[in-house]
């Protein structure tokens, strides 16, 4: 699997069938404030893309892992739809077009570097227009029980693997994942964990992959910091499901940023 990204092989088949979702509606008024067009940096399977194509809005699409491309694009042609897709990891973005928006859900601190991170807003800064907006998104640790544990209590040797979860394709495979905790660095701020995944024919196991995730948590004020020094100003946080200013209980922030 060398080159290949976490989010590739069946991972990738396992998002295939992702649609839907509050957060479609919140990033939609994000894109109405702030204009066309739009860049979605880290389209992954196409959740939020689609139903933008679908609403006649301007936007492409990005994501470092090929295979999720390849899913985006069958999803788009099966939909009838076009747009520019590009495979390239946001630290390392280099695109013919620049942007009014720029939006980055549910994936920011995936599978990165600190140093990359800070480097993709840089990267995203660099291809937004003048006045443009970033509008990107991090989950609050302490309102996922897994990643609240590891920080309290960081495991000292990988744990059991966790209970399978299955999901039925179109063409009556199931695809199986099993996740366990490796490791958690509380200083980078990170969760490694494993991915195992079953491809399922008639019951009988005729793929398996192991992947590597990694996850980085980012606290609000150490964004909003990140974010004025890749040059970003009138940085503006809002809870995710409620667009007023986040509390202790907000799962989501979001940030609005202006290049």
Same mark, same amino acid.
């Given at each position: 699997? #060398? &080159?290949?990204?976490?989010?590739?092989?069946?991972?990738?088949?396992?998002?295939?069938?992702?649609?839907?979702?509050?957060?479609?509606?919140?990033?939609?008024?994000?894109?109405?404030?702030?204009?066309?067009?739009?860049?979605?940096? &880290?389209?992954?399977?196409?959740?939020?893309?689609?139903?933008?194509?679908?609403?006649?809005?301007?936007?492409?699409?990005?994501?470092?892992?090929?295979?999720?491309?390849?899913?985006? #694009?069958?999803?788009?042609?099966?939909?009838?739809?076009?747009?520019?897709?590009?495979?390239?990891?946001?630290?390392?973005?280099?695109?013919?077009?620049?942007?009014?928006?720029?939006?980055?859900?549910?994936?920011?601190?995936?599978?990165?570097?600190?140093?990359?991170?800070?480097?993709?807003?840089?990267?995203?800064?660099?291809?937004?227009?003048? &006045?443009?907006?970033?509008?990107?998104?991090? @989950?609050?640790?302490?309102?996922?029980?897994?990643?609240?544990?590891a920080w309290a209590r960081p495991p000292a040797s990988p744990r059991r693997?966790?209970?399978?979860?299955?999901?039925?394709?179109?063409?009556?495979?199931?695809?199986?994942?099993?996740?366990?905790?490796?490791?958690?660095?509380?200083?980078?701020?990170?969760?490694?964990?494993?991915?195992?995944?079953?491809?399922?024919?008639?019951?009988?196991?005729?793929?398996?992959?192991?992947?590597?995730?990694?996850?980085?948590?980012?606290?609000?004020?150490?964004?909003?910091?990140?974010?004025?020094?890749?040059?970003?100003?009138?940085?503006?946080?809002?809870?995710?499901?409620?667009? @007023?200013?986040?509390?202790?209980?907000? @799962?989501?922030?979001?940030?609005?940023?202006?290049?």
């Open positions: 699997m #060398a &080159g290949e990204q976490f989010h590739d092989g069946l991972i990738a088949m396992w998002w295939s069938l992702a649609e839907g979702g509050s957060d479609i509606d919140r990033v939609r008024r994000i894109i109405e404030r702030s204009g066309e067009p739009v860049l979605d940096a &880290g389209c992954g399977s196409g959740r939020l893309l689609i139903p933008f194509l679908q609403a006649g809005l301007d936007v492409d699409g990005c994501d470092r892992s090929a295979g999720m491309i390849q899913v985006c #694009a069958d999803r788009l042609g099966a939909a009838g739809l076009t747009t520019t897709l590009f495979t390239q990891a946001l630290h390392e973005l280099n695109l013919p077009r620049h942007y009014q928006t720029i939006v980055v859900v549910s994936t920011f601190g995936i599978g990165t570097s600190r140093d990359e991170d800070a480097a993709s807003l840089e990267r995203m800064r660099a291809h937004l227009r003048p &006045g443009g907006v970033l509008s990107i998104d991090i @989950e609050m640790p302490w309102t996922n029980s897994l990643a609240w544990n693997w966790r209970s399978a979860f299955q999901r039925a394709m179109p063409d009556g495979s199931v695809i199986e994942l099993r996740t366990r905790t490796r490791s958690f660095d509380p200083i980078d701020q990170s969760l490694t964990s494993d991915v195992r995944a079953r491809l399922l024919k008639d019951g009988r196991s005729v793929r398996e992959e192991l992947r590597e995730q990694r996850i980085r948590w980012y606290l609000p004020g150490e964004l909003r910091l990140m974010l004025e020094r890749a040059g970003f100003r009138d940085v503006r946080m809002t809870d995710g499901d409620t667009d @007023e200013p986040p509390n202790e209980r907000s @799962e989501v922030v979001v940030f609005e940023a202006t290049a």
